[in-house]
C-alpha cells in the first residue's frame, strides 16, 4: 500500500503522515499513532474500551509467538472491518475509534 493510497483510505479522518517503522508502516494523525500497514495488512489500533467493538464486527487482534518463551503476545491492533475498506464513511467511523484509542494510550 503507498502512501497515497493510506491517504485516500483515511481522508474522511483528515491529513494522515505515514513513517517507516516494524518493516512496515506506521500512520499518524495529528501526530497520534493509529494504525499500521505491516506486510500488507491494515490494523487499526484498540484498547479496552474499543476492542469489543472491533471483535463484534468479526475483526481480528494481531498476535504474534515471542521466540523467547514461545508464548502467543497480543498488540492493540486489529484487522479493519470487511466493508470499511471499500466504504469511506465507514472507514471514518473505525479510524476515528482507533485515534480515540491511540489518545486514551497517550494519557
Known amino acids: 500500500m503507498t502512501e497515497a ?3 485516500d483510505l483515511f481522508a474522511g479522518l483528515g491529513p494522515v503522515s505515514v513513517r517507516k517503522m ?3 508502516k506506521g500512520i499518524y494523525f495529528n501526530g497520534v499513532i493509529f494504525a499500521l500497514e505491516l506486510r500488507g495488512e491494515l490494523m487499526l489500533k484498540a484498547d479496552a474500551e474499543s476492542a469489543p467493538d472491533f471483535e463484534a464486527a468479526g475483526c481480528t ?3 504474534y509467538t515471542g521466540s523467547r518463551h514461545g508464548k502467543t503476545v ?3 491492533y486489529w484487522s479493519v472491518p470487511d466493508g ?3 466504504d469511506p ?3 471514518a467511523i473505525w479510524a476515528r475509534k482507533a485515534y480515540e484509542a491511540g489518545l486514551r494510550a497517550e494519557k
Open 5 to 7: 493510497d493510506i491517504a
Open 22 to 24: 516494524f518493516g512496515g
Open 61 to 63: 487482534q494481531w498476535t
Open 74 to 76: 497480543a498488540m492493540p
Open 84 to 86: 470499511a475498506i471499500d
Open 89 to 91: 464513511e465507514e472507514m
